[in-house]
């Protein structure tokens, strides 16, 4: 049964074949892609421009929490311009984190940035509840102190220190927030049972050209090594 757009319901669609198909279309860029990497912004006072952005509702979401943070940002077609400078903001609070579960994507960067992050516990994924333990515990072994009180996940570290970390599920938001975390960690970190995805590697590509040093994206071992800084860059999201 599909329900059309007027909100009638049909009991099935009838195709008449025959026709060649031809023309082109534009592939937008991949949503799960963009997320992360507009969360990664955050690691670099600078400014950016991202190409290939879908235009989704969740997308407007993590653009309203970037700005909440002290980000600027303009868009143009399917681009966007995004000047980190002036974030000072280390709150990511629950009236926008819960509306998108992918928002706590924030707290590694943050952290990472500012020695600081208050981030409310993620919420609005109708797939189910998928906690988000191993993004703490990855962070605690990485020197920082974590806590959650009042509905917000509260992490402290002077800086944060490279290790070996294995992950008791390849989850692709936990490699995610740790990759994003370990590009300013003192030392190499080495993500053991790393999510694979496609996005995983784009975010990595991402952080590189930043001026991150990140091999093995794409694959179950992932070696980050630390850097002092990085910097501002232009990037096309994957389609």
Do not use: W
Not at 71 to 81: F, K, Q, V
Not at 138 to 159: D, P
């Amino acid at each position: 049964m599909v329900q059309c757009a007027k909100g009638a319901f049909v009991q099935k669609i009838l195709i008449e074949g025959g026709e060649r198909l031809k023309g082109e279309v534009t592939v937008s860029g991949a949503k799960n892609a963009v997320l992360p990497i507009l969360a990664a912004t955050l690691l670099a006072p600078a400014e950016f421009r991202i190409r290939n952005v879908p235009r989704v509702m969740d997308m407007t979401t993590i653009l309203r929490l970037l700005e909440q943070l002290g980000a600027r940002t303009g868009e143009e077609g399917e681009s966007l311009t995004i000047d980190t400078r002036g974030v000072k903001q280390i709150k990511a609070p629950y009236d926008l984190v819960r509306t998108m579960r992918a928002s706590v994507l924030v707290l590694g960067p943050l952290l990472a940035r500012l020695g600081k992050a208050e981030v409310s516990l993620p919420g609005g994924c109708a797939i189910g509840a998928r906690p988000i333990n191993l993004h703490l515990v990855g962070l605690e072994k990485m020197g920082a102190q974590v806590r959650i009180a009042h509905g917000y996940v509260e992490a402290e570290a002077s800086r944060l220190q490279g290790t070996q970390l294995y992950l008791d599920l390849p989850t692709v938001t936990g490699t995610e927030q740790l990759m994003m975390a370990a590009t300013l960690a003192e030392g190499t970190t080495v993500l053991e049972n790393a999510a694979c995805e496609p996005e995983v590697a784009d975010l990595a590509a991402f952080l590189n050209a930043m001026g991150a040093r990140i091999a093995g994206a794409g694959t179950d071992r992932i070696a980050i090594e630390g850097v002092t800084a990085l910097r501002g860059t232009e990037y096309a999201v994957m389609p």
